[in-house]
């Protein structure tokens, strides 16, 4: 064993061991999707009088965070998001109106004297109350109107409120207040001018304000002397309060009041069981995923298959140890991305045992050790070409992207550098000790390198011709353009609640309900336009316009009326506004997306490839899209995330192709490019299939088990896995041929690559 063999294996010990470490002693942070709870993104307004920024959106996180420690939920997150945008993370809570209520209501708590009662007005009653007024007419607990003074106190001026039961003195739950400061003197007078009024006079009462309702106006006991007041600074607060009402008054004045007003533009519920579904469901599509590609590997690489497979595993611990370490939160997407980065981390062994098949198969290499070394040195520019166009489409997921689909952009970047090091480091150990060994030297076959391998042989005898012709290629393209795009045309495109705004709700059934009944049933109680559609054979959802929480109850009730048990499991609410800017950030990201690929392949290679691969990239995005929009399927945030992966798949098979190319034209600068990409197609196609096998298997089991959540997931990966594997073949290198025909009109068959590396 030389020192650089040495070495990696000793990092690859090191990081391995430290996985191995984090992993049973580090837990990872499992997003509300995978174990249940409730996502409010709350924004905040300006007012006439007040203007919304850092600092007031600071000031209403402090006021929320207080108000959260008062629910006793275990673990809330609560950051801000922008200018004016606050993410709360309530796991566990599976009552989103109350903690919706809880946290938006502004708590404006006053006290003011009373002045007497008023004549009742529509108009007096329906009235705003001022910030200052110096006067002002409410009606009290009963109804009776009342023409209330300036404000003497304000929320600010209490120290601490608290629930209290009051079975002797018959005061049932009440809210005990306690002041401080200037709000003791301030209490003092307010009570002692209005025992100053005789008993059983309304101006002998203190009427204390909640959001512009009396909440409670009781008259100062006769014990209380005129001029003197209550002066121990504590007052009762009552109303025939029943316990949960008494706790979150108390909790809001604790809380303080918010400094402007804010409202909810988002709100995701997950019902643990559903979480619970997810996790195993794609804990089973990961293995038995992993084990049929294992199995595809071993069978096709023989000895580096099972070394391979032995390397998946540890890129299995390396980025789960990873994840663990970040402190990154796994989300549902996220744990999609955990198990399709399995199926990619293939493709870089298979890059390097096919190269080193060439070597050996050609007899460039005399051993399959050399063969092996020269595969992983030759490989390398397609590895890193290929993981750093996956890695702009993790990156732009992440920037870009919200919510859970944030979480795939995390975990995808950290499965593509795990995949990196497992392949370059791991994997090289384990195979350049194996093909050192002298039982292996002799037996060169076991090692699965010294065959061509079916694909391989077959295109040996006879390289196909297929750019002689490219304009074919291109017109099975347009045609399949077409079809796609008459699709959106015809069906239109079915965007999903995140990019529209309205409300998701989810059930699960205790056994299988007509759709069509429960459409109808809505329909007459008032939804016409709510979607409803049927999730697994037990499931139901039912999409609308955006709902108040009492017509979701309405809603709700409805399909409890024609469905068995029916429990929800899911409910997303997205105001207009923020659907609006989802949509916007989803094509600002699309074309980031297809911008950043054409930047970095033009610096790498040729501006006219960088051009062949986005016009095959927009190629895949146009069908993936349209085939969805036949299919009748939603297009949303999860769709998104699938679609710049695929986007970096297919970059992928266009780098590897055009890297190939690249090599050939500087050894045969002078020979036409037709030629030198249909001998290029011969040397990659292997490595395509047996990638795309990896792949498919992986997206396969994750389309079957993966539930409901990741079927549209799983479904549209595996549409751009066939649609980009053909295009980055038979779109890019046409349109490149053309192109480069087209720009070099006088040496039109010269390749004349630059010789980058």
Not at 122 to 132: F, G, I, N, Q, V
Not at 266 to 284: H, K, Y
Not at 673 to 688: C, G
Request: proline share 5%.
């Amino acid at each position: 064993m030389n020192r650089s063999v040495r070495v990696r294996a000793l990092l690859a010990l090191a990081v391995i061991a430290l996985s191995l470490h984090i992993a049973v002693t580090v837990p990872v942070r499992l997003g509300l999707d995978l174990r249940g709870g409730t996502q409010l993104v709350l924004e905040t307004r300006s007012t006439p009088t007040t203007d919304t920024g850092r600092e007031a959106t600071d000031r209403t996180l402090e006021v929320l965070r207080g108000r959260i420690d008062g629910l006793g939920v275990a673990e809330p997150a609560l950051v801000r998001s922008g200018e004016n945008r606050i993410i709360v993370e309530l796991p566990g809570v599976q009552d989103p109106k109350k903690a919706a209520e809880v946290l938006g209501r502004t708590a404006q708590l006053t006290f003011h004297p009373v002045l007497g009662t008023a004549e009742r007005t529509a108009d007096e009653t329906s009235r705003p109350l001022p910030k200052r007024p110096r006067e002002h007419v409410l009606p009290d607990e009963s109804g009776t109107p009342l023409r209330l003074g300036a404000a003497a106190l304000t929320g600010e001026d209490v120290k601490e409120a608290a629930a209290r039961f009051d079975q002797q003195g018959g005061a049932g739950w009440h809210v005990t207040v306690g002041f401080e400061g200037d709000g003791r003197a301030g209490w003092a007078r307010l009570t002692g001018e209005a025992a100053c009024h005789p008993a059983g006079d309304p101006a002998r009462r203190v009427a204390i304000v909640l959001d512009d309702k009396v909440i409670s106006s009781p008259q100062v006991e006769p014990s209380v002397a005129c001029r003197t007041g209550i002066r121990d600074g504590a007052t009762q607060i009552t109303g025939s309060f029943a316990p949960e009402e008494a706790r979150e008054l108390s909790l809001l004045v604790n809380g303080g009041a918010l400094p402007v007003p804010v409202e909810t533009v988002e709100q995701r519920t997950v019902g643990p069981t559903l979480g619970a579904q997810a996790i195993t469901a794609s804990a089973w599509a990961a293995a038995i995923g992993t084990a049929l590609t294992s199995l595809f590997i071993i069978g096709v690489y023989r000895l580096m298959g099972v070394l391979a497979a032995v390397g998946l595993v540890c890129y299995g611990l390396v980025s789960y140890a990873a994840l663990a370490a970040l402190g990154a939160t796994l989300t549902l997407p996220g744990l999609a991305g955990f198990v399709l980065a399995i199926g990619m981390a293939v493709d870089a062994n298979v890059l390097v045992f096919e190269r080193a098949r060439e070597e050996y198969t050609a007899r460039i290499r005399p051993s399959t050790r050399s063969a092996l070394a020269a595969g992983f040195r030759n490989a390398f520019s397609a590895i890193a070409d290929s993981n750093i166009t996956t890695l702009i489409a993790a990156a732009l997921l992440f920037f870009l992207a919200s919510g859970p689909v944030r979480g795939f952009g995390v975990t995808l970047g950290i499965g593509v550098l795990a995949s990196m090091f497992s392949a370059l480091v791991i994997t090289r150990v384990l195979a350049e000790v194996a093909v050192s060994r002298p039982r292996v030297r002799r037996r060169p076959r076991l090692t699965g390198i010294a065959t061509a391998g079916a694909v391989r042989d077959r295109l040996t005898r006879r390289t196909p011709r297929l750019m002689c012709r490219p304009h074919r290629w291109l017109a099975v393209s347009a045609v399949a353009l077409v079809l796609a795009g008459s699709g959106i045309a015809v069906r239109g495109i079915d965007l999903g609640v995140e990019f529209t705004g309205g409300r998701l709700i989810g059930y699960a059934t205790a056994g299988p309900v007509d759709p069509d009944r429960v459409r109808t049933a809505l329909a007459d109680a008032g939804f016409p336009r709510a979607v409803v559609q049927s999730s697994g054979e037990t499931g139901l959802t039912v999409r609308t316009d955006p709902l108040t929480n009492a017509e979701e109850t309405e809603v709700t009730g409805t399909v409890r009326d024609l469905a068995d048990r029916a429990g929800k499991v899911r409910d997303e609410l997205v105001g207009p506004s923020l659907g609006e800017e989802l949509r916007r950030g989803a094509l600002i990201a699309l074309a980031v997306a297809l911008g950043a690929q054409f930047v970095y392949l033009a610096a790498r290679f040729r501006w006219v490839f960088g051009t062949a691969a986005v016009v095959a990239l927009a190629h895949d995005v146009v069908i993936l899209v349209g085939v969805f929009a036949w299919l009748g399927r939603p297009v949303d945030g999860v769709f998104l995330a699938a679609l710049l992966t695929v986007i970096g798949y297919s970059v992928n098979d266009s780098v590897v192709l055009f890297d190939r190319v690249r090599e050939l034209a500087r050894r045969a600068p002078e020979e036409p490019l037709p030629d030198l990409t249909d001998r290029a197609i011969a040397q990659t196609l292997p490595r395509t299939v047996n990638t795309g096998m990896g792949a498919a298997f992986i997206l396969t089991a994750l389309a079957v088990l993966g539930g409901s959540s990741l079927t549209d997931f799983a479904l549209a990966l595996l549409i751009g896995l066939a649609v980009g594997t053909y295009s980055s073949v038979l779109t890019a290198a046409p349109v490149a041929i053309r192109l480069d025909r087209r720009t070099r009109p006088a040496r039109g068959t010269s390749a004349r690559l630059p010789g980058r590396a």
